[in-house]
């Protein structure tokens, strides 16, 4: 399946996602659980979700998960 944004870094999940997970809800409260809902190589779906109910834009979804992603690495 090919990436549907052309120049669009592709995003993966690493670490224990249950924990980042809890981590972001704690931060944005808005963020629900099906909001969160991770199923591995639907990692672009996480991030329309996520994109869509912060109200953020993709790349600045990218640096909170990767920032989430190393300060629970």
């Known amino acids: 399946m090919e990436n549907k944004e ?3 870094p592709a995003f993966t999940i690493t670490g224990d996602w249950a924990v980042q997970s809890k981590q972001l809800r704690k931060k944005f409260s808005q963020l629900t659980d099906a ?3 991770f199923e591995t190589g639907k990692e672009e779906d996480l991030l329309k979700r996520i994109e ?3 109200h953020k834009k993709r790349e600045e979804v990218i640096s909170i998960l990767k920032k989430e992603q190393t300060t629970k690495s």
């Open 6 to 8: 052309k120049n669009a």
């Open 35 to 37: 909001d969160l809902k």
């Open 52 to 54: 869509t109910r912060l």
